[in-house]
């Protein structure tokens, strides 16, 4: 595909052009317009040459023949222009190469898209500008308003079936061609917000900003249905080929789970990739049949591999699924599930369909990187064997069978002779029965990090480790816990009639010793029974988030089950986007301690997320009577007033902000915006423009201050400020609104201004306004049915 540029290369490289041109002309302002018809006056014999233009010259940005649009240059010198006039043609063809090559060097030559680096940068940038946002604390903020980055995105991989068959039939010529016509059919089925790139060989790739899981459920869809519909003939022999393809996606932050957070932006790209090729993978396997995302591969992606002995089991679920240990799973036969038809054939026909009906539950005990071990924890019928091919879907926490009373296994195999550990099926089972008579305990998990291999066991190594592991903890303890085999790396203890407080100080020196004579690093969780309302049954899902918690502190790795760990599980359903089941945490940990500013805060941004607003002030105004100098307690506590309505009450609190930290942008910012409400242009100026001096408001004062020159009437000047802002942050859904208002009501280029106003209100579907003002640029542009269904949209 031969290389060219257009209107939307010089938006998007406008900074090149910028630094190119002023390398040679001096300017102190700048803009780029893309006029309708050309200035007459730059129009000379037939051929269009720059002009000057009261205090400004126009220089036109031709290229291969074809104008483009115009770079108008304020603050030049004059004499210094007239000197280089009849070098300014060759000087903005230079300036325009250098963007053609610059694309070159992000543009794939066969198909047109983004190649693999560039689409790599913009997952790194899109992470980097949302993980502020993922985990809730004291420096949180519920402003949603000057929040220019969206909460998540999609990456979505496309890979032909057989397309090696092609390329090896027909050549790699016709094949290219093929794979250049895909990619252009997936690129018109993208919104407007999507990027598009090719990966390597026949995979093309879809980013996707701001991306529901249901939003691009459909969009596979389409983009499978697309493909499967496109018809490709070889000139040659006038051979038809048709095309299927797997499709797999996965979602950031949904698919990202605890400790994977810590990783760099850097390494958190390339984890949701390999994510979405995880999913591709599901997909390919299934022969094209559907689209998998990759949260469905651990829901019903499971299959029995292999059956071992000792109720062992090998399943294709392994670390680069997320599988984990202690993960529980039902088991269906492929026949009984509730899809396989029933047929015979006795002289008539009949069909039918065979009712689901679940074998058993497993948990796993050792995750790999590509399989898991599980254990058996029951079976349905004992006489119904598991069998290689059986299917698994994955169970929460709660739900699993085997820990509800009436669902016990009756045979207690004796405790392992080597380790003396029972199996956790055994511990369970003991377990249930032990605790009915106690009226308190303490549970305990234990699980060892292995250096370089995280959470795997190191064979007979390992084994041997465990058992001196035990030795210790019988020769600590007296009387001796019952003690169980949660996973291959972690035991499971409990405690009767024991708490916390009388066990952390031999664990201490358990831990220290582990360390000292073992050489391996272990973490440790305690929970209590009674606590706060949970039940016993809780007391083994509250030690697991204590190990989750315990396994995010420094050393000794050692967290009992209290507010803090609460906070630590009701962050990380936060930033799953599960705020209904965050906000219970966050209300448990206050309950633990209502000292917990930490959890005080996060609980009132889920409130205010919500739009219940008054429950949020409600604790922010306590977070800042027990903290007077929180700042963004005070902060979002004004963004409240601001939402309610009470502007004074607000611009009181926000001043207060400046009062701790003079610097603080937002701050700045929501009082440029209450000075402009009220018509007080010059005072939201200086406000904007203080904003601006600061790091967290260099990027979003331009914003500011082109909406307000806007409403001065000052259209040039506005552009620059917006061009800036769009430097900054390219998906800045404001700025591209704004811009879009400007060019419709200066009568410039249709097409850009309606391709900006897509773009806002792709990436926020939320603002009406910004629906209206694409239903004014669809008018203009004669386009009455999508106007009234753009309006349509704005009223609902």
């Known amino acids: 595909m031969k290389p060219s540029l257009d209107k939307s290369d010089l938006i998007l490289f406008e900074s090149v052009l910028r630094d190119s041109l002023q390398a040679v002309i001096s300017f102190s302002a700048y803009s780029l317009y893309f006029p309708q018809d050309i200035p007459s006056i730059m129009y000379q014999d037939q051929e269009i040459v720059p002009a000057v233009e009261k205090d400004r010259i126009l220089l036109p940005l031709v290229h291969d023949g074809r104008f483009l649009g115009i770079f108008m240059a304020r603050g030049t010198d004059r004499d210094r222009m007239h000197a280089l ?26 198909t047109g898209l983004y190649n693999q680096e560039k689409f790599q940068q913009i997952l790194e940038k899109a992470v980097e500008d949302i993980q502020a946002s993922l985990t809730l604390g004291p420096a949180a903020s519920m402003d949603s308003g000057l ?3 969206s909460a998540t995105f999609c990456v979505m991989l496309i890979n032909p079936d057989r397309f090696k068959r092609i390329n090896e039939t027909f050549g790699y010529t016709f094949g290219n061609q093929v794979l250049s016509e895909l990619a252009e059919h997936i690129r018109k089925e993208l919104p407007e917000q999507a990027v598009s790139a090719r990966l390597c060989n026949d995979t093309l790739a879809v980013f996707w900003p701001q991306a529901p899981a249901a939003r691009c459920r459909e969009l596979a869809g389409n983009l499978r249905s697309r493909i499967s519909s496109l018809v490709f003939e070889f000139p040659v022999s006038g051979e038809k080929i048709s095309l299927s393809a797997g499709i797999g996606w996965s979602l950031f932050p949904q698919d990202v789970k605890g400790p994977q957070f810590q990783r760099s932006s850097f390494e958190l790209a390339r984890l949701v990739c390999r994510k979405a090729e995880e999913a591709l993978k599901v997909s390919k396997e299934n022969h094209g049949s559907k689209a998998f995302a990759f949260s469905q591969i651990l829901q019903h992606g499971g299959v029995i591999l292999e059956v071992l002995p000792l109720n062992r089991l090998v399943i294709n679920l392994g670390k680069n699924m997320d599988a984990i240990e202690g993960q529980k799973f039902l088991v269906w036969s492929q026949k009984f599930n509730g899809q396989s038809q029933s047929i015979k054939k006795a002289g008539h026909y009949t069909s039918g369909t065979y009712p689901a009906i679940h074998k058993g539950e497993i948990a796993i005990q050792e995750v790999q990187e590509e399989v898991s071990i599980a254990e058996i924890l029951y079976l349905n019928d004992p006489a119904w064997k598991i069998e290689p091919g059986d299917k698994l879907s994955l169970l929460a926490e709660k739900e699993s069978l085997l820990e509800k009373q009436d669902i016990l296994p009756r045979d207690i195999q004796p405790r392992d002779l080597f380790t003396g550990l029972y199996s956790y099926r055994d511990f369970l089972s003991l377990w249930t029965r032990a605790r009915i008579q106690d009226e308190f305990f303490c549970m305990a ?8 291999r995280d959470t795997q066991s190191k064979g007979i190594d390992g084994e041997n480790l465990v058992q001196e592991i035990i030795r210790l903890v019988d020769k ?7 003690s169980g085999r949660y996973s291959s790396t972690c035991m499971v203890f409990y405690f009767s009639g024991q708490n916390s407080s009388s066990l ?5 020196n358990l831990l220290e010793e582990i360390k000292s004579s073992l050489h391996i690093q272990a973490s440790l969780a305690l929970a209590d029974f009674p606590c706060l309302s949970y039940s016993k049954t809780d007391t083994l899902e509250n030690c697991r988030k204590a190990l989750e918690h315990a396994r995010l502190t420094t050393p000794p790795r050692m967290a009992c089950f209290d507010s803090l760990t609460l906070t630590v599980s009701a962050d990380s359903l936060f930033s799953q986007g599960d705020t209904f089941a965050a906000l219970e945490e966050y209300k448990q940990a206050l309950a633990a301690d209502e000292n917990n500013l930490l959890a005080r805060n996060s609980l009132a941004i889920c409130y205010a997320r919500l739009g219940r607003l008054e429950l949020a002030g409600q604790h922010f105004k306590e977070i800042t009577a027990r903290d007077s100098e929180n700042l963004m307690a005070w902060y979002n506590l004004g963004c409240v007033c601001l939402k309610q309505g009470d502007s004074q009450e607000a611009a009181g609190l926000f001043e207060r902000c400046l009062e701790i930290d003079s610097s603080h942008a937002y701050s700045l910012l929501r009082l440029g915006q209450l000075a402009e409400n009220s018509e007080e242009f010059e005072k939201a100026a200086r406000c904007y423009q203080d904003a601006g001096q600061t790091r967290d408001g260099a990027g979003l004062a331009p914003r500011h201050l082109a909406r307000l020159a806007w409403k001065q009437d000052q259209k040039e000047q506005s552009r620059e400020f917006l061009h800036q802002a769009l430097l900054q942050d390219p998906r800045d859904a404001f700025s591209l609104n704004l811009m879009a208002r400007i060019y419709l009501d200066s009568g410039d280029d249709p097409e850009i201004a309606e391709s900006l106003a897509r773009q806002s209100v792709a990436l926020r579907p939320d603002v009406s306004e910004f629906w209206l003002d694409l239903a004014d640029i669809l008018r203009a542009g004669n386009k009455s049915g999508q106007e009234a269904q753009a309006r349509a949209r704005a009223s609902g």
């Open 476 to 482: 600590i303890f007296d009387p001796q816990p019952l």
């Open 445 to 452: 998990m234990l699980k060892l990090e292995y250096p370089g």
């Open 85 to 110: 006039s009849s070098n300014l043609p060759g000087i903005i063809s230079l300036c325009l190469d250098k963007i053609l090559l610059q694309k070159q060097c992000i543009t794939d030559s066969i």
């Open 504 to 508: 952390k100080e031999p664990w201490l």
């Open 147 to 149: 929040d220019r980055y």
